[in-house]
């Protein structure tokens, strides 16, 4: 399967600061990224969703002006937690897919994640 | 609207036995994918198994099979011979339009597997 990356795995900080995350598609370019959020003991929640050159499309109730993703290639999509505050506190991931060329002419999207950033704010 | 439904929260299973995890679906998509994950303390998200809506059989992945029942909108998730290793969070999801669309995948709770030596 493919390869993605996500830099830094773990990151702790000091409320008020602002975090990036960088997730990047090794070895195929994802034409779609997609962030998610996972606090202890939940499922993943998607955040957003970006396509490269484009503005990212936030879920409802996530706030963009907090969370601002920014997707400038096939191969790297950033989000960055600006003012993080302790509750902002949670294991993020990346996703990105790509379509793959199945039989009689359909196409197919497969989706690879990423390892995860676990962040903590004090 | 699409939901998944994972009504176990925890199993527990002794090595070497089989375990079954529920997963039941909802959606109004005639085409759609079914996708069962594995995730363990590391957190990193491990594909498993994949069924189409449209396969006639259902989906095996070496001790991994996928107990699909269209009818009833279920996806169990079959484990045969049970290692230490498996145990991990599972989680189900789904995907609709996969045929087309760039849909993101909707996640169930999980349930958490614990293999007993």
């Known amino acids: 399967g493919a390869v993605v990356s996500q830099h830094p795995s773990r990151v702790i900080c000091k409320s008020g600061t602002s975090v990036k995350i960088e997730c990047r598609s090794l070895d195929f370019q994802a034409t779609t990224m997609f962030w998610y959020r996972q606090f202890p003991k939940q499922s993943l929640m998607l955040m957003a969703t970006s396509n490269e050159g484009s503005k990212a499309t936030y879920e409802q109730g996530v706030e963009k002006d907090k969370f601002l993703i920014n997707h400038a290639s096939l191969t790297l999509s950033t989000l960055t937690v600006t003012s993080a505050h302790p509750e902002d506190s949670s294991f993020y991931i990346c996703?990105?897919?790509?379509?793959?060329?199945?039989?009689?002419?359909?196409?197919?999207?497969?989706?690879?994640f990423g390892p995860g950033t676990r962040l903590t704010v004090l | 609207a699409q939901k998944i439904t994972q009504t176990q929260p925890g199993m527990f299973v002794q090595e070497k036995e089989a375990v079954t995890l529920d997963c039941t679906y909802d959606t109004s998509d005639p085409s759609y994918g079914l996708f069962w994950y594995k995730q363990p303390s590391s957190g990193e998200m491990i594909f498993l198994i994949y069924?189409?809506?449209?396969?006639?059989q259902n989906a095996t992945e070496g001790r991994y099979s996928l107990n699909f029942q269209k009818a009833r909108k279920s996806a169990n998730l079959v484990i045969s011979a049970s290692q230490l290793g498996d145990s991990a969070m599972y989680f189900c999801a789904m995907r609709a339009n996969y045929g087309g669309s760039q849909g993101n995948l909707i996640f169930g709770k999980g349930t958490k597997l614990s293999v007993k030596p």
């Open positions: 996703s990105g897919t790509y379509l793959r060329p199945g039989l009689a002419g359909k196409f197919y999207n497969e989706q690879f």
């Open positions: 069924q189409g809506s449209y396969d006639q």
